[in-house]
Every structure is written in structure tokens, then in C-alpha cells.
């Protein structure tokens, strides 16, 4: 009998990646222009957590996955109309800031706050799995300082695939330098996954699946607490965007090596 | 001056889907916002990665394409038509619903929206006239296999159209035959169906066909609309692809039919009587009703076209000189590109304008539409229950429910105070009357949406092809704006070209109790007007004051040689009537979703932050649009009131028929000289005119202000930060 996993999926929502970002100074510290009215999307690393939660809850029957996010409740809704279509879960909303420019740490405590509030959490079928980075903040702090205050040792971080062996044990792949992995294997819950992409693709949007999930996801919503996040402690001596440089050339010819060649000339260059 | 602009709020980020949803009325409903999503993900992600590798380029059915249609599955699009009990997901009526499908796809590309909507409109017939066996049999069939069924969804197309000489424009001569083939005693008929259809939708792989068909035997009574199957005995031909240059992501054929069928798939059933096959419909009869819903979708598709290239646009014009050597950063040639110059800015405010105004034309049919079905069902009971049978009883019923429905107009236009309180609720909680009320609207509004957004929207989508230059009409333009001009020809073309639709309005638009709605509009939009004067709205009252003097002239007088001029073959009369209608209906709807949303907006956090600048932009649209079509009803009227008068001819003046230069001069100096007799001019004649020459000079007036908004739109969409890119390939 496979066991019936409790997955926490801890995504907060970032800027739409094709928007223009452009930080500015807020009375509350550093912002990004327009934030609110940007169209925001799941953190891609979390997106992907989610789809491995749904494949993971596919095959061992059972399980029931969470999606644990601190995020705006009115700008999370929207993203909602778009995620909930993806896979079957419960929603466990904190009201808060979204931003990159919060604390990791305080986020974490707010996360692992909200998971341990769930009832009829069983460590012994924990799985937490979020983005090893996100999109925002990019710290790779997050998950891991989860794991810490929940008592989770067993952690993997970059990780782009699990599997689940005949003995239950957990057969996890993570990111090394070299487009290589390091295979680790784990007895089993409770575990922290910090997902790098995995090797899902996107599952077509469902709006049949929304539809139930929608039930949860209102009530969800609308009893969000605000998150205790001490800003005070945090201060920003300066913000700027990575400079981008964009050079495009269309290429359907070149092999892979010659155009290594050329980018790593036109990194020589810059 | 500098300092003065920045202070005043405008638009700061393109409206996202949290606006929308306020101005088309569907902040509540999840199942909707859940499917624009859907919708979105395959039109921005196969759909647009389709055209973008040239699929468009054939007019074969092929693999790629027909992938589409399992997307379409795959995303809840094609089960959008079925009631949950047949598979789909969506409770009550569908209309808003497949709106915001197809004008997600069309967003992309129309040929890929034609496509998951011809199968709706195959379907159509059956769902809204069919026997519940057909219903349920067709329905289920045609809706996606859920996960674990094996079976594969049939699809279905609509052939009504023939090869020429036979049906297009004009429904009614059908080629297409039907005759008993056999007919044992106390068994089932079996009919022998001949029909030969042109630009049939969906053909490349229909499995069902609902065609209509004419009576070649006098055994059967009447014309009907029959179901055929592919696996019929017979000729189940689908004919070679038409060469059409738009919509190429859809299929279309001119197929061939000769088939054996039962007479059960006579659509809606029949009786027998005498020995002769009576079907309960025929087909004139079940076309009406299936047109009645589908061609406000058609109306969406373009408005969304418009709506798309905005981002597009602003990116190019933006972008046009950056990269050069002579324009760095930080110039104004380099941050503003085209955007310096007005004419772009104006024509792209424009486009813009017009894209909301056929939105929300559109969309308030499509929302009317859902509001009237269940109404409609009601209206059936009450027949039925009074047993007021045939067209012509239940007519004269309507008659007086909607002379019921006047008088509650003008109970309502009364203080409330001086009101017959018990007699405004009763008819204020008839559904009756509430089924004419909107019932007569949506009578005007769907040839208005399908007539108006894709006519005047495929002017407008040229337009926005012209303001990206050469590349507007090359395949590499960003958000296909060449092949969305192209294909909203066919937008305006197929389901009823535009003749059909000024043809419906002309007999619609005057009905008592939509002319008895509309004048109610005008009150609402002078008290709209002194609230808001930045919409526009008193121009647009004007207007509206104008349309009815015309419509009202064009009634009850005659052309300078006696003639009618009211009358449905003078099209010259009615047809500009209908379009200037169709002007007033749209602006005046796009002013009220503005509303919605400055009422709205405040509680909705996101919404809430730059609500103050996008109003403001919102209301300078609201106030172009306004304008254009004050100017376009005016000068449709004034060429109607005048130009069936005669013109003063020499021998009546004293004149020559053309004057010299200094005739005319001398005649402007009279006129200048005596205003109030303008009858003195020599040219025109105003006798009994008086009336209109002062809503007309009226309306001049309140054109005030119109482009002082068009200039401060123009600047809005030089400040309003878009994405980095489009997001769907090019
Ligand atoms: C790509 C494509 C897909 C199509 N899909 C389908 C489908 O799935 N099923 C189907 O049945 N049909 C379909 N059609 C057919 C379409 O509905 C007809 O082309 C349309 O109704 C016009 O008919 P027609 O082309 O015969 O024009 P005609 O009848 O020849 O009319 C030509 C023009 O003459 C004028 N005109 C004609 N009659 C009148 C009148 N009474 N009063 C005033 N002016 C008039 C109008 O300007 C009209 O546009 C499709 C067409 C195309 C191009």
C-alpha cells in the first residue's frame, strides 16, 4: 500500500515575466512600479513543485496536496482563475506582501506557520515542496529555512526529479554544476523538495478541475490572515534591476559548438 | 505645464483581466474568468505558435490543425455548449460564455475561434429545436470523452449555404431536396436527402451534418433541418477545400450529399397527418432562432482583433528608432519613437476606442442573451398553459405584454412619489414583460454587435495595419494584424453579411417598445452627462435625439417625388439608419461599462490602485468615441432629411444652377446678416426643418471638449508602461 502523502506546495505569485519591471522606493521600502496592477503568474519554480505534487499524488492514491502562498489575497484570486485549473488542491492563503523585498526568514515562519495550522498534519507523510529560488526574490532561502523550523532534516535542493521506490523510499535527483544531477536516495516523509524545473510539461488548463477547486479556494481566500511580517528589521541601501544586454541573431544552420563559440565570444566581449 | 500634467493620473499599466471582468460584468463569475484562461493558454501557446510557422499558408486540412481541436477538448472549450448533464461544466445559458472563447481565440487568430464555434453552431439546430433524443444523443456525442471513456468526440458542421444559383444572402430557395425513400406501413420513413452545400465549415472532418433541405415529394410538407451521419447509406462527399485567403486555421469545403436517413433526424420531430410527413419545423423557422445566439460571438471576434494590436502598436511605435545612431537613450527619438508624432497617437486612440466600444456592444448582447433564455422558457410555458397556439395568437399575446411594457416605461419616467405604486409592481414583477423588454433588445442588438463590430471594426483593423507600415501587411507582424484585417472580411461575411443585418434592424429598430426603451436611454445619458461630462455623453444624447427626429421624418414623409420613403426595399433609407444605430448602441454601452467600473473599481484592491488614471483614460475614450459617432449619425441624417428633397432648381430662385463665385459669397453675407432666417439661403431649404437644424447645431456644440480627450488619450499611450514583449509568438 503506497502511503498517502500530505504535499505542501509553498508558492508565492511574481510579476507576469514578460512585464516591465522597474523598482521604485514605496514608504514601505523598495517596490516594483505598478505591482499591483501587473498580471502575476505562480513563481515558475513553485509552478513546477505543483505539477510534480500532482504527478506524486496521482500515483500514490491518497495523498492531498496544499498550496501554501503568501501573497496579496485580491492579486492571488486572479492567479488563481489560472492555477487552480492545473491539478486537485487545497489552497492555505496568508495575506501579505508578494514582493521580492520581504525577508525570507519571516516568510518562512509565516509558511511553516500556516502548514503546522492545517489539521490532521502527520509528519510521517510531510513532503514540502516549493522552488529551490524564486522568481523574485531568488534568495533559495525559503524552502530550507521551512524545512528548518518544521524539524525537516532530509532537504534537496535543485531538485528535477523524485521517485518513488518499491521499498517507499525516495529516489531524488538534484542539480549539479555540468547539467549533471546527484542521485540522493531518502527512506521517506517527512522531506523538503526545493524544485529547479523538473521534467513536466505544462498540463493543459482544465476548467472542470477549477471548477472544484474553486469551492475551497473562496473560502480559502476570504479567511486569509494577514502576515506577521516584521519590515522593521530590513532595510534596502539600494535596488537596481541586472543590466540587461539583448543581442539577437537568427540562427538554423550553426551546430551547437559554433554557436557556443560565438556567445562565449560575445561574453568575451561585454 | 510640465509639472501640471504629471499631476493629473492616467493610464499607467494596458487594463488587466481584473478590469475586464469589472466592465463586462463577470467579477463573479469563476467558471468564466476560469475560462478565459483556458482559452488564453491555447490561443497565445498552439494557436499562435501555428500561425507563426505559416500553417495558415494551406488550405488542406492538416494534421497540425486538427491538433487544435483536441487543445479546444482538452481545455474545456468545445464542452463550453454542453449543459452538465451531457458533459459540460457550465450551468444555465452559454452566450457569455462562448463570447469570451471566441474572443480569446480571435485575439490570436478568428480561423482558430471559427473553428471550435462552427461545431457550436452544427449543434446548434438540435440544441435549440431538436427532440430531447436528439438533444441528448448529439449533445453527449459531440462532447469531449472525460478521463477513462475510449470514445471519441463526433464533430459536427452547419450547411445551409449552396453553390450558386441557389442559397447565400437569401435562405429561402433551397436546392438542397428531401423524399421518402421507403415508407413500410407502421414503420419509421426512410428518406432520401440530396443536398450540395458551399463554404461549409468544419467539412474537412465532419462526422455529422445538420443541413437544410427543401420538400421535393409531396409526402412530406414542409422544408426542415435533417441530421446526416457519415456512416449513412449513401454519398457522404466532403468536396474539395475552399481557397479561402482568411480563416485558414478552420476547415471549409464544398461537400457533397446523398444519403439514406431516418426520419427521426428530421430536426424538432414531425407528425404525421393524412399520410403526409409534417415536420414541427421548418427550416426558416430553426435558422431564425439559431442566428438569433450565434452572431453576437461573430460581433466579438473582431472587437478582440481590435483590442489585440494596442500592445502590439504602442511597442512598435515606441521602438522605431531605437538601435540607430543617432537617437540614444534618454532622447526623445529614442524613448518615444513614432509616439512623437500626433497622427499616430490619434489614430492608434482610435483604434482603441472603437475595440471597447465593440466589446462592449458585444458583450451586453452576449449577457443579454443569457438573461433572456430562461425568460424565454417562461414565455413558452405561459403559452402553452394558456394554450395560445400558432404565430399568429401568440403575436397578438406579445402584442399586449408589450404594450404592458411601454406603460412601465412611462410609469417609471414619473416621480416616484406621483407613481401607481401597485401598478408598477405588478408589471415591474411580470416576467412577460420583462421577457419583450429584453427580448425587443435583443432583436436590435445582435444584427447591431454582428453588423457594427465587424463592419466598421474591419475599417478600423486596416487602420491598425496602416500604423505599423510595411511590416502591417507581412506575416511577421507582431500580433498578426494583416491576417486579422483579412479575416475580418469573412467576420463580416459569414453567419449573415451585412445586408442581413441592417435588413433585421430595419424592421427591429422600430419597434414601439425598443423606440420606447431608447428614448428612456436618452434621459439617462443627459442624466449620465451632467454627472460625467467627460464621456461624451450629451453629444451622444444629441445624437440619439437626432436618429429618432430622422427616423421619425423617414416614417411619415415622402422623397421629393412622392415616393415612400420608409419602406424595407429602400435600403438607401433604412440601411444608413440601421448603421447610424448601431454607432449610438455602441458608444452608449461602452460609456455605462466605464461606469460600472468607476463604481466597482474602488472595492477591488487591485483595481483600486490606478483606478483614478485609468477612468480618466477610460473617460477620454468613452468621449472620442462619443463624438464619432455623434459625427457619423449626423452626417447619415443630414444626408437623409435633405437629400430626398429636391434642390431649389433655377427657375424657383431666380438663380442659376451653378452659382458664381461671388453669388455665393453675396448669399453667405445674407445669411450671415440674418440668422434667424436661414431659409433665406438660396441652396437649401429649412422649411419644417427647424427642428432638426437645431439639434444639429446643437450637437455641434457639444462636440466641445472631444479633442482636448483625444489629445490626453494620445498622451496617456505615451506614458502607459507595457510588457517587454507580446506574449505569443510572431
Ligand atoms: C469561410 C466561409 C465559411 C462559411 N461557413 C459556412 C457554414 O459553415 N455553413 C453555411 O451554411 N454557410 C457558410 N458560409 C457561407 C456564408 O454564410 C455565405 O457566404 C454568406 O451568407 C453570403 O452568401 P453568398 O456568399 O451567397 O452571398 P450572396 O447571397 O451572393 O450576396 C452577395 C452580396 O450581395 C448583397 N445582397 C445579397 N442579397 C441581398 C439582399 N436581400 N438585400 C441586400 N443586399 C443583398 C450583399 O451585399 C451580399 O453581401 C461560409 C462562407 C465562408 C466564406
Known amino acids: ?270 | 505645464m510640465q509639472g501640471q500634467d504629471e499631476k493629473k493620473s492616467t493610464l499607467r499599466t494596458l487594463p488587466g483581466d481584473d478590469v475586464r471582468q469589472i466592465m463586462w460584468r463577470f467579477a463573479e463569475r469563476f467558471d468564466l474568468q476560469m475560462l478565459v484562461q483556458s482559452a488564453r493558454g491555447v490561443a497565445r501557446g498552439p494557436v499562435a505558435r501555428l500561425v507563426a510557422e505559416g500553417e495558415r499558408n494551406t488550405h488542406e486540412w492538416t494534421a497540425k490543425k486538427a491538433a487544435l481541436l483536441t487543445a479546444f477538448d482538452e481545455a474545456g472549450i468545445t464542452a463550453i455548449f454542453m449543459a452538465p448533464e451531457d458533459g459540460g461544466y457550465i450551468e444555465g445559458p452559454k452566450n457569455m460564455a462562448l463570447a469570451l472563447a471566441a474572443f480569446e481565440l480571435s485575439w490570436v487568430d478568428g480561423g482558430a475561434a471559427t473553428g471550435s464555434l462552427a461545431g457550436n453552431l452544427a449543434l446548434s439546430p438540435i440544441h435549440e429545436c431538436g427532440t430531447n433524443e436528439q438533444r441528448h444523443r448529439y449533445m453527449k456525442a459531440a462532447c469531449p470523452s472525460q478521463s477513462g471513456e475510449s470514445r471519441r468526440a463526433r464533430r459536427g458542421a452547419f450547411a445551409l449555404t449552396e453553390p450558386i444559383p441557389f442559397v447565400g444572402v437569401d435562405t429561402g430557395v433551397l436546392s438542397g431536396k428531401v423524399r421518402v425513400a421507403e415508407w413500410q406501413d407502421g414503420r419509421e420513413p426512410i428518406l432520401q436527402v440530396d443536398k450540395r452545400g458551399r463554404f461549409i465549415t468544419n467539412m474537412g472532418f465532419a462526422d455529422f451534418v445538420t443541413a437544410a433541405v427543401d420538400t421535393d415529394d409531396p409526402r412530406i410538407k414542409s422544408s426542415c433541418m435533417i441530421i446526416l451521419e457519415e456512416d449513412d447509406p449513401g454519398v457522404y462527399d466532403r468536396g474539395v477545400p475552399t481557397k479561402k485567403m482568411v480563416h485558414q486555421l478552420s476547415s471549409t469545403n464544398d461537400p457533397v450529399f446523398s444519403l439514406k436517413v431516418p426520419a427521426s433526424r428530421i430536426i424538432g420531430g414531425y407528425t404525421i397527418k393524412d399520410g403526409v410527413i409534417v415536420p414541427n419545423l421548418n427550416h426558416g423557422e430553426i435558422i431564425e432562432v439559431v442566428f438569433g445566439h450565434t452572431r453576437v460571438t461573430v460581433g466579438l471576434m473582431t472587437g478582440a482583433k481590435l483590442l489585440s494590436a494596442v500592445e502590439p502598436l504602442i511597442r512598435y511605435h515606441r521602438g522605431r528608432f531605437r538601435g540607430g545612431e543617432t537617437a540614444g537613450p534618454g532622447s526623445p527619438r529614442y524613448e518615444f519613437g513614432l509616439q512623437q508624432k500626433e497622427d499616430v497617437l490619434h489614430r492608434l486612440v482610435d483604434v482603441w476606442a472603437a475595440g471597447e466600444a465593440s466589446a462592449s456592444l458585444g458583450f451586453t448582447a452576449a449577457r443579454l442573451f443569457d438573461d433572456l433564455d430562461p425568460l424565454a422558457k417562461a414565455k413558452k410555458q405561459f403559452f402553452a398553459e394558456q394554450n395560445i397556439a400558432g404565430g399568429r395568437a401568440q403575436m397578438r399575446a406579445l402584442l399586449k405584454i408589450q404594450k404592458d411594457a411601454v406603460e412601465l416605461i412611462e410609469i417609471e419616467r414619473q416621480p416616484e412619489n406621483d407613481r401607481d405604486r401597485k401598478r408598477h409592481a405588478e408589471l415591474k414583477n411580470d416576467t412577460l414583460v420583462r421577457f419583450v423588454m429584453l427580448d425587443t433588445l435583443a432583436n436590435v442588438l445582435c444584427p447591431a454587435a454582428k453588423l457594427w463590430n465587424t463592419g466598421h471594426g474591419t475599417n478600423m483593423m486596416r487602420e491598425a495595419v496602416s500604423l505599423m507600415g510595411g511590416y502591417g501587411i507581412t506575416e511577421d507582424c507582431p500580433g498578426f494584424l494583416g491576417q486579422k484585417w483579412m479575416d475580418a472580411q469573412l467576420e463580416a461575411t459569414y453567419e449573415g453579411p451585412e445586408s442581413v443585418q441592417r435588413r433585421q434592424l430595419s424592421v427591429t429598430m422600430t419597434n414601439d417598445l425598443f423606440l420606447a426603451q431608447f428614448k428612456q436611454w436618452i434621459r439617462e445619458l443627459r442624466a449620465i452627462a451632467s454627472r460625467r461630462p467627460g464621456t461624451g455623453a450629451c453629444a451622444l444624447a444629441t445624437a440619439m435625439r437626432l436618429w429618432l427626429w430622422t427616423l421619425e421624418r423617414m416614417q411619415t414623409t415622402r422623397d421629393a417625388e412622392g415616393a415612400k420613403l420608409y419602406q424595407s426595399a429602400r435600403h438607401g433609407v433604412t440601411f444608413p439608419l440601421a448603421d447610424a444605430l448601431c454607432w449610438l448602441l455602441a458608444a452608449r454601452l461602452f460609456i455605462l461599462d466605464v461606469l460600472e467600473l468607476e463604481e466597482k473599481g474602488p472595492s477591488n484592491p487591485t483595481v483600486a490602485e490606478g483606478l483614478p488614471g485609468l477612468l480618466a483614460f477610460y473617460m477620454d475614450l468613452c468621449h472620442v468615441q462619443a463624438a464619432r459617432a455623434a459625427s457619423e449619425v449626423a452626417r447619415i441624417c443630414a444626408e437623409l432629411v435633405f437629400g430626398y428633397m429636391r434642390r431649389p432648381a433655377s427657375n424657383e430662385t431666380g438663380l442659376d444652377d451653378c452659382y458664381a463665385d461671388d453669388d455665393l459669397e453675396e448669399a453667405n453675407a445674407a445669411d450671415n446678416a440674418d440668422r434667424q432666417r436661414p431659409k433665406a439661403d438660396p441652396f437649401a431649404r429649412f422649411e419644417g426643418l427647424e427642428a432638426f437644424v437645431r439639434l444639429r447645431v446643437l450637437l455641434d456644440g457639444r462636440m466641445s471638449g472631444a479633442r482636448l480627450a483625444k489629445d490626453s488619450a494620445a498622451n496617456a499611450l505615451t506614458r502607459v508602461m507595457i510588457p517587454e514583449a507580446l506574449d505569443y509568438p510572431a
Open chain 1, 1 to 270: 500500500m503506497s502511503v498517502q502523502y500530505q504535499i505542501f506546495v509553498c508558492g508565492g505569485i511574481v510579476p507576469d515575466p514578460l512585464q516591465t519591471l522597474d523598482p521604485v522606493t514605496a514608504p514601505a521600502g523598495p517596490a516594483l512600479k505598478n505591482e499591483m496592477m501587473l498580471p502575476a503568474v505562480l513563481d515558475p519554480f513553485a509552478w513546477h513543485a505543483l505539477f510534480e505534487a500532482a504527478r506524486l499524488a496521482r500515483s500514490s492514491p491518497g495523498s492531498k496536496i496544499y498550496l501554501v502562498s503568501l501573497a496579496p489575497k485580491a492579486k492571488l484570486q486572479q492567479v488563481m482563475m489560472s492555477v487552480a485549473q492545473k491539478a486537485v488542491f487545497d489552497l492555505v492563503v496568508i495575506d501579505g506582501p508578494a514582493s521580492g523585498f520581504t525577508d525570507s526568514n519571516a516568510v518562512a515562519a509565516a509558511l511553516s506557520e500556516a502548514i503546522q495550522s492545517v489539521p490532521g498534519l502527520d509528519m510521517n507523510r510531510l513532503l514540502v515542496f516549493g522552488g529551490w529560488e524564486s522568481a523574485s526574490r531568488g534568495s533559495g532561502t525559503t524552502l530550507q529555512a521551512v524545512g528548518e523550523i518544521l524539524g525537516i532534516t532530509d532537504q534537496f535542493q535543485g531538485v528535477d526529479d523524485l521517485r518513488i521506490e518499491s521499498d517507499g523510499s525516495f529516489r531524488i535527483l538534484e542539480r549539479i554544476d555540468g547539467g549533471k544531477h546527484q542521485v540522493s536516495t531518502c527512506a521517506g516523509a517527512p522531506a523538503v523538495l526545493g524544485w529547479a524545473t523538473g521534467n513536466l510539461p505544462e498540463p493543459p488548463n482544465n476548467p472542470q478541475i477549477g471548477m472544484t477547486n474553486m469551492r475551497g479556494i473562496m473560502p480559502a481566500l476570504q479567511k486569509a490572515r494577514p502576515a506577521k511580517l516584521n519590515a522593521q528589521d530590513l532595510s534596502y541601501t539600494s535596488v537596481t534591476l541586472p543590466k540587461q544586454q539583448r543581442e539577437t541573431r537568427v540562427v538554423d544552420k550553426l551546430s551547437a559548438e559554433e554557436i557556443a563559440r560565438e556567445i562565449a565570444e560575445w561574453i568575451k566581449k561585454s
